[in-house]
C-alpha cells in the first residue's frame, strides 16, 4: 500500500527533492518523531548519509534504472556517434590521397568534342588529387560496354572505372544491366542517395535515373548519369569525397 502510494504520488510529481521525499517517507512509516532526523542526515547533495529503511525506499525510487537510462541517454548517444566519427575519420587518414581512375562515357552521340560529362569527370578527379589513366567512348551497346569494361577489370592499373550515360529508361540504355551482370558486391547507398540528392534539383524525375554502384574484380566501378549536372552532383557529393575510402576499404 505503502508503495502504490508512493509511485502513485512520485507519478504525479509531488515530491521534487530526497528530501521532501524522505519527510513523507517518515510519517507514512510512523516514524515522525525521526523527520527531523532524517533531514539532519541529508548531505549537501541529497543523498543519504544513512542505511536505514526510508533511505532505502528513497534510493531506489531516486536510482530507478529507467531514469538513470532517460538521464543519461544524450551521452552515451554522443559517446557512441563520437566513437564511430573518430573511426571514421581515422579511416579516412589511413586512406590513399590520390586514386587512378578510368573514364568510360557511354553514348551513341558524343564525341570527344561534345562528352561534356566525360571531361567534368577528368577535371573533378584531377582537381581533386586523383590520377586519370585514360577515357574512352563507346556506343550504347551491351556488347561494346561489357567489352570495354571488362578490359579495364582485366589489364588495367586502375582501381576505379567511371563510366557516364546510359542509365536512364530509354529502349537504347543498357548501361544498369551490363554492369550489374558485373558487380560481385554492389553499393545500393550509392544509387540511393544519389537519387535523393538529385531529387532536390530535379524533383520525382529523379526516379528514372538508375545511377549505381560497385565492386568487381577487386574494382570500383560507378555508373553516373549523362548530363554533365548529373555528374558533377555525384563527383561532388558522393565520389570524391569518398574515393580514397572505398578504395581502402575494398583493399582490406
Not at 530507478?64 to 566513437?83: G, V
Request: charged letters at 25%; aromatic letters at 4%.
Amino acid at each position: 500500500m505503502f508503495q502504490r502510494d508512493l509511485a502513485g504520488d512520485l507519478k504525479e510529481g509531488a515530491y521534487t527533492t530526497a528530501r521532501e521525499r524522505r519527510r513523507m517517507l517518515c510519517v507514512e512509516t510512523g516514524n515522525q518523531g525521526r523527520r527531523e532526523g532524517c533531514d539532519k542526515k541529508v548531505r549537501e547533495n541529497g543523498a543519504p548519509s544513512t542505511t536505514r529503511t526510508c533511505d532505502l525506499l528513497v534510493r531506489s525510487q531516486t536510482l530507478y534504472p529507467t531514469e538513470l537510462w532517460a538521464r543519461n541517454k544524450p551521452t552515451l548517444e554522443s559517446n557512441i556517434w563520437d566513437a564511430a566519427h573518430m573511426s571514421h575519420l581515422d579511416h579516412k587518414a589511413t586512406s590513399p590521397a590520390s586514386v587512378r581512375c578510368y573514364v568510360l562515357t557511354i553514348s551513341d552521340t558524343r564525341t570527344t568534342a561534345t562528352d561534356t560529362g566525360g571531361r567534368a569527370i577528368a577535371e573533378l578527379l584531377e582537381a581533386g588529387g586523383h590520377e586519370v589513366s585514360g577515357r574512352a567512348i563507346v556506343k550504347d551497346d551491351p556488347d561494346a560496354i561489357r567489352a570495354a569494361i571488362a578490359a579495364e577489370l582485366d589489364g588495367s592499373t586502375a582501381r576505379v572505372i567511371i563510366t557516364t550515360g546510359g542509365t536512364g529508361i530509354t529502349s537504347r540504355d543498357s548501361t544498369y544491366e551490363v554492369v550489374c551482370n558485373l558487380l560481385e558486391k554492389r553499393l545500393e547507398g550509392f544509387g540511393e542517395l544519389f537519387r535523393m540528392l538529385s531529387y532536390h534539383e530535379i524533383g520525382p524525375a529523379a526516379m528514372m535515373s538508375r545511377a549505381c554502384a560497385g565492386t568487381a574484380r577487386g574494382k570500383i566501378i560507378v555508373s553516373l548519369p549523362g548530363s554533365e549536372n548529373a555528374v558533377r552532383l555525384g563527383m561532388t557529393k558522393l565520389l570524391i569525397p569518398e574515393l580514397g575510402h572505398l578504395v581502402r576499404e575494398l583493399s582490406r
